[in-house]
């Protein structure tokens, strides 16, 4: 990898306000906005776990308020892949052609709009000639980029975007398996007495029966995951970890923003959720054994459970049939008064989350929400 290791250890006063958050991917308006919620005082610690570039469409405007937060006393911006991929596409001679290849398949990319801005013809021109000129035009925001630290050891917590190797000198974890490590609520690590904070894999691939976009806190497995898979998952939210220390000890809780409207549920629905099948990347294929008006009774490839799948849910391609993405069978559980978040609505049906969690209800249970 192109970028230097770098742990910074910080010592922390007898009591303290933590914010972390990750994977903010390129959202501006999202990042505001939970960074408004959580109430950010002058006094706070804030860390941003990485993964603030790419995959969304404002991938400067919140490199720069990054840029902009990181002037204040008490903030630590972190690295993800994200930040490192683009460094070593702009940086690494050896990498011009897949600076190309890069900027054709991701329109959304720093990269891609700075192409265009610079009026560039990556189909014609050398692709070291493009990496140059793209290196120096972003010269500052590399800058940014290159200044970031790899891990934040704080207290009785370490932070990282993905994940450390299992081992109680962690420190000597490789900077790839820091930055990309997949699942690591799973592989756990091997520190004692400290708490892992991650991103990187949303909260929600950790589940085989449920979509839920929380933050993961284990007590057992000291590791808490906070990815609630903005720019990854169509269906997502931007999630917010706080740690608050005081005389009597810790306490945690969390905030978090989506992008869908905002509903209140008028009547109570019972949920089924004992159940629910999950749909998820990459195993997205599915037999279809019956089709009716609203769901088609289908089968998984991969597992061969039996599922109810909403029929705008499904696409036929080279005479298989698969779902465009994650999905989840069950009926949420709601209560009068509850607030969720309207994902969309089919027919008769909508489909909602409450808390972060994902799931069906009847549409005339809720009603849009005056704020």
């Excluded at 800058?143 to 917590?157: C, G, P, R, V």
């Excluded at 509850?338 to 089919?346: C, E, G, K, N, Q």
Aim: glycine share 4%.
């Amino acid at each position: 990898m192109i970028v230097e290791k770098r742990i910074l250890k910080e010592k922390a006063p007898e009591t303290y306000r933590l914010i972390v958050i990750s994977d903010v991917h390129a959202h501006y308006e999202l990042f505001n906005k939970l960074v408004h919620q959580t109430q950010l005082k002058e006094d706070d610690y804030l860390v941003i776990l990485g993964d603030f570039m790419e995959k969304g469409d404002d991938g400067l405007e919140v490199l720069y308020n990054i840029r902009d937060l990181k002037q204040r006393n008490h903030t630590f911006v972190l690295m993800g892949n994200c930040e490192e991929y683009l460094l070593s596409l702009l940086c690494d001679e050896t990498k011009a052609t897949k600076l190309i290849e890069y900027i054709k398949t991701s329109s959304n990319s720093l990269l891609s709009k700075t192409a265009e801005v610079l009026n560039l013809d990556v189909d014609k021109e050398e692709a070291n000639n493009v990496q140059e000129k793209l290196k120096h035009y972003l010269d500052k925001e590399i800058s940014i980029l290159k200044s970031l630290d790899t891990a934040l050891e704080f207290d009785q917590f370490v932070f990282v975007h993905a994940g450390l190797e299992k081992r109680e000198d962690w420190e000597n974890s490789d900077v790839e398996t820091m930055l990309e490590l997949r699942d690591f609520f799973y592989q756990g690590h091997a520190i004692r007495d400290k708490y892992v904070i991650c991103g990187h894999t949303p909260s929600c691939n950790y589940y085989d029966y449920k979509i839920d976009n929380s933050v993961i806190l284990s007590h057992q497995r000291k590791i808490i995951s906070i990815d609630g898979g903005v720019g990854v998952k169509s269906v997502s939210q931007l999630n917010a970890f706080i740690i608050e220390k005081s005389d009597e000890g810790y306490v945690y809780s969390s905030k978090s923003v989506d992008e869908f409207d905002k509903c209140e549920v008028v009547f109570p629905h019972k949920g089924k959720e004992t159940s629910a099948v999950k749909v998820a990347w990459p195993n997205l294929e599915v037999d279809v054994l019956g089709i009716g008006t609203s769901f088609s009774w289908c089968r998984k490839v991969d597992t061969q459970e039996l599922l109810y799948i909403k029929n705008e849910f499904l696409y036929e391609e080279n005479g298989h049939y698969y779902c465009k993405d994650d999905y989840i069978s069950s009926m949420l559980e709601i209560l009068p008064y509850d607030r969720v978040s309207l994902i969309a609505t089919y027919g008769k049906y909508a489909y909602i989350m409450k808390d972060g969690h994902v799931g069906w209800t009847k549409k005339d249970k809720i009603k849009k929400s005056n704020n």
